[in-house]
């Protein structure tokens, strides 16, 4: 045996010369979508002595103490003494012959598996991001709106609302309803941005650090560390409400008064237990009263029976319903019905209220009060909780969906320590071996592989208006790409479909006109509303936010009692920025830059997908197996990005299995044609250049093979490079940029990074700071003034 099996710390018994493969994949390239983990298919060990102790004589349920083979086991599989995989095993089922146990079947998973273990189906909103909420107020939304609830834009808002929006600097056109909005600021004394209509956003980032801190994961931050996820957003939409409400309080009871009252005065939920044979019933009565100072503040009071949302009511100041609120009762049968009740206040303002609530017990139709409680003065702030905000999705697939929107290999390197990268930057840090003189020649099949005749890249159906729009008049939804393969004559490839769908929706954004002139203005905004532009709620939405200074097109600000003119809005895009060409995008098809009409050539699909699918569906692509006896310098140290040199050919691993039997490993290779220098320097995605904002701030470039490498900077126009500090930390060029003052030009150098005589150039630019005036005067000699992005 090459091998040696662990669960927890002792070492199995194996039959001697049983073929006991170790299979390990990272992507398989029958399924272009997975990223795969290390495993073994079931395989037999023998009911020795040591065994039985170690599985506890399991297949014996009388005796206590068994093994738990509900869930998987640590160990790990060695190899000549030296660590080789390591993971979880799973007892499967124990095997009896003529009443004796002779054998256990097992299985191996690698530390992948570790993952769906620990998330299990646990939502966002379990994780914390207390750092990240904030109290709702005006001042808090237009902070987030023009740049972010904090100094690092960790939490921003946007024109995402439940509503549609129009310009109309009319001033006597005040439009503000439930479902349309003027937004010029020189429109009605209320139009402009509402502030109630918007919902934060929070960068991607954030929720991957959240995972991290509740699970104890470590992901490496090779990808999101990158520019392309680290400035995207995820919409906070998780409710059908027009306006924000505040974050719901449960009344606080602190008193009860009657001969019976059923209310618990320390989980403040009332019992109550019908008995529908006798006809019995209880009517309940609530009146909430605002304590002095807080008489105009709209509040909404919730009704909960059994945990279900069963009545809402919205009032000001002294808001009463003591007579018959609710009325508890059964259905004629003689079955006994429990009702658990409770209530719940919201505002979207700081409210302080006291209330009392009345419990009537109604078999005769007397009404008699049974007995009250009372809750003295209550404070509910006005208070933005991010956890409670997100939508909703579990953990697990919000994962997926990340690692299958960008093409992420993940990857196991510790306990609990994951490194995620493209498939692209990750294949680029393989190294080249030459394995010929360990390759069995005597006979190797070579297959075509699975092929595929279309391929189809999903997001889940566009619920909204826009969406629904797109997808009647383009027959697809928006961001969705297909393709369609097929060989030199245009016939279809002899294979089968294949659908990639995600577990996030698009919302199309629009820039809006002046409805007069058609003139557009600066400001993109999203409706997530019906075709009866009633509110919906929509699959998590991945958006960027472009922080960008708003024209001649003057936008307002309302904040339920004065409106000001926005200067700088963050734009919702589905686009990285306004500059052409556009490096990233959140679609997969070639959409339109929502702000220019621009072509977005570079999206999820010719980023990460478009030169792995070439070259997989090659014409000269083919499947080959081979096997071979690795030595141990080699076996130990194969990674699945290596690149194999078997002759004169070269080729990529799809997976290989080790028998740790025999020491035999069996290759699935396929040839590849990327035009890569294996170990040369490569900058990931479209790290070739890196665009930042005017503030002091860190950000990082992906590089293969950069190791061994140095930096050079050149200054670009006027501008010297003192204001940009690069160092290489592991397989990333770590950027800090000083803050930039100037408001009319931005500022770039050039990188030049070299290695071994190769060297890559990657543009660096910094963008001024937004132009702002005060009293809405802008003033400048000669009667001129110039800007660059419209700031």
Avoid at 121 to 128: A, H, N
Avoid at 497 to 525: C, G, H, W
Avoid at 580 to 591: G, H, I, R, V
Avoid at 627 to 636: D, G, K, S, V
């Amino acid at each position: 045996m090459f091998g040696e099996i662990y669960i927890q710390n002792q070492k199995v018994d194996t039959y001697p010369f049983q073929n006991i493969s170790v299979i390990e994949s990272v992507v398989d390239i029958k399924d272009i979508s997975k990223n795969t983990n290390a495993f073994t298919r079931s395989f037999t060990v023998p009911a020795t002595p040591t065994n039985n102790i170690l599985f506890r004589h399991w297949y014996n349920a009388n005796i206590d103490n068994s093994f738990d083979a509900r869930t998987k086991q640590a160990g790990h599989i060695s190899w000549k003494g030296k660590e080789f995989k390591v993971g979880t095993f799973r007892l499967q089922k124990a095997n009896i012959k003529k009443g004796r146990i002779v054998s256990y079947t097992i299985n191996f998973f690698g530390r992948l598996s570790s993952i769906n273990k620990e998330v299990k189906g646990d939502e966002l909103s379990v994780l914390d991001f207390t750092t990240l909420n904030h109290s709702y107020s005006p001042a808090n939304v237009l902070a987030g709106l023009t740049n972010g609830i904090t100094a690092d834009r960790d939490v921003i808002y946007t024109a995402l609302m439940k509503k549609q929006l129009y310009v109309n600097p009319d001033p006597s056109d005040n439009t503000v309803t439930d479902t349309l909005v003027n937004v010029s600021f020189d429109g009605g004394a209320n139009a402009g941005l509402q502030w109630l209509d918007l919902l934060p956003s929070i960068r991607l980032i954030k929720i991957i650090e959240a995972i991290e801190a509740y699970y104890g994961f470590t992901f490496s931050r090779d990808f999101f560390g990158h520019q392309e996820f680290s400035t995207a957003y995820l919409w906070c939409n998780n409710s059908v409400e027009r306006n924000q409400t505040g974050t719901e309080g449960i009344i606080d009871w602190d008193s009860k008064n009657g001969n019976d009252v059923w209310m618990n005065l320390t989980t403040n939920v009332g019992s109550y237990t019908v008995n529908s044979g006798t006809g019995e019933r209880f009517r309940l009565g609530l009146r909430v009263t605002a304590e002095p100072g807080y008489e105009t503040v709209p509040f909404t009071v919730r009704f909960y029976i059994n945990d279900e949302l069963d009545e809402v009511h919205e009032g000001t100041n002294d808001w009463n319903n003591y007579s018959a609120l609710r009325v508890l009762q059964g259905d004629g049968s003689n079955d006994n019905f429990n009702y658990q009740v409770y209530f719940t206040v919201s505002s979207p303002y700081d409210f302080e209220y006291t209330a009392k609530l009345y419990t009537y017990f109604d078999e005769d139709g007397s009404g008699t009060v049974l007995g009250t409680a009372d809750a003295s003065a209550n404070t509910q702030l006005a208070f933005m909780d991010i956890g409670l905000n997100l939508p909703k999705i579990k953990v697990i697939d919000f994962l997926k969906g990340i690692f299958s929107a960008y093409k992420l290999v993940i990857l196991p390197t510790g306990e609990d320590t994951y490194y995620v990268d493209t498939i692209d930057n990750y294949y680029a840090n393989g190294d080249l071996i030459d394995i010929t003189d360990y390759v069995k020649f005597d006979e190797y099949p070579v297959d075509r592989g699975e092929l595929f005749n279309e391929i189809a890249f999903e997001f889940q159906e566009g619920q909204t208006l826009q969406g629904a729009n797109y997808l009647s008049e383009n027959a697809r939804g928006f961001g969705d790409e297909k393709l369609s393969l097929e060989d030199a004559n245009g016939d279809p490839l002899d294979g089968k479909a294949f659908t990639l769908k995600l577990p996030f929706e698009q919302i199309p954004i629009e820039r809006i006109q002046d409805q007069n002139d058609q003139v557009f203005s600066n400001l993109m905004y999203g409706a997530s509303i019906d075709k009866d532009f009633e509110p919906i709620v929509t699959k998590p939405f991945i958006h960027y936010a472009i922080r960008t200074g708003q024209g001649v097109k003057k936008i307002g600000f309302f904040d339920g009692t004065t409106k000001s003119q926005l200067h700088v809005i963050n734009n919702v895009s589905c686009a990285s920025g306004i500059e052409n060409p556009c490096l990233y995008s959140t679609t997969f098809s070639a959409e339109r830059n929502p702000y220019n009409g621009a072509i977005l050539t570079n999206n999820l699909y010719t980023n990460h997908y478009g030169p792995y699918i070439d070259e997989v569906f090659n014409i000269k692509k083919r499947i080959y197996k081979f096997t071979a006896i690795l030595p141990e310098r080699i076996q130990l140290l194969l990674s699945l990005n290596d690149v194999l040199k078997i002759k004169e050919n070269v080729y990529r691993i799809s997976k290989y299995a080790v028998n740790i039997a025999t020491g035999e490993t069996e290759f699935e290779l396929f040839n590849f044609f990327s035009d890569l220098a294996v170990g040369q320097l490569k900058a990931a995605g479209n790290s070739e250049s890196l665009y930042v904002d005017y503030r002091a701030q860190t950000s990082f470039l992906t590089v293969a093979n950069l190791t061994g490498s140095s930096i050079a900077q050149v200054g670009l126009t006027e501008f010297d490079t003192s204001w940009l500090t690069p160092t290489i930390v592991g397989g990333q060029i770590q950027c800090v940029f000083d803050e930039y003052t100037n408001a009319f030009s931005p500022r770039n150098q050039r990188l030049d990074v070299t290695k071994n005589g190769n060297t890559i150039s990657i543009f660096v630019q910094q963008n001024q700071r937004p132009l702002t005036v005060d009293n809405n005067v802008g003033t400048a000699d000669n009667n001129i003034l110039t800007s660059d992005n419209n700031y």
